[in-house]
């Protein structure tokens, strides 16, 4: 059903769920969660230059690791049929593996992978910040992401106000964390 080794384009599988095309970038696998890009199923980073459609995001200092992490997580939620499609199977991707426990280690591998990275992000140019406080802060993100992805794709949460609100949420985690580029994207956010 799915490769999960990391790849360069993000740090989980290729997803195939029932009915569902998600596809990985060309070369390889890409990631994980849900809403991802085209090129990986799931919400998290796109690949470099894989971004199918990116309305307004990262509206701050762009070379920031916030500004990046940002950028990842928002293309996440955008209303593009190949975003709504690779969220859709990892919705269902998730579901199933609350009965199936193969699955559910794949995920977990997936997910602590996809955890890494954003902790990664949220860190670079901080190393005062405990890796354990990184960690909670990127859990917190990236169960966000999976939540506000949830409600956009069965039409609870317009996908402006779920973006707001990531958007929001990466602001707050680096206020947390007392970031060093955090009023970048406190005054986006």
């Given at each position: 059903m799915r490769d999960p080794a990391p790849s360069a384009h993000g740090p989980g599988p290729v997803v195939r769920a029932a009915g569902s095309?998600?596809?990985?970038?060309?070369?390889?696998?890409a990631r994980r969660e849900p809403g991802s890009t085209p090129h990986?199923?799931?919400?998290?980073?796109?690949?470099p230059g894989s971004t199918p459609h990116d309305p307004?995001?990262?509206?701050h200092h762009p070379g920031s690791a916030l500004g990046e992490l940002e950028r990842r997580l928002l293309l996440e939620l955008q209303d593009v049929p190949e975003i709504r499609e690779n969220s859709t199977a990892w919705g269902e991707l998730r579901a199933g593996a609350v009965f199936d426990p193969e699955l559910r280690e794949d995920?977990?591998?997936?997910?602590?992978?996809w955890v890494r990275e954003v902790a990664d992000l949220?860190?670079?140019?901080s190393p005062a910040v405990p890796d354990i406080e990184?960690?909670?802060a990127a859990e917190r993100l990236t169960a966000l992401l999976e939540g506000?992805?949830?409600?956009w794709l069965v039409g609870i949460l317009p996908v402006g106000h779920a973006r707001e609100l990531m958007r929001e949420a990466i602001a707050a985690e680096a206020r947390r964390l007392d970031l060093p580029d955090?009023?970048?994207?406190?005054?986006?956010?």
């Open positions: 095309a998600a596809h990985g970038p060309g070369s390889g696998p990986a199923p799931g919400p998290g980073p796109h690949g307004g995001t990262a509206p995920l977990a591998r997936v997910g602590v992978a949220l860190g670079q140019g990184l960690v909670a506000l992805s949830t409600r955090r009023h970048a994207v406190c005054a986006a956010g």
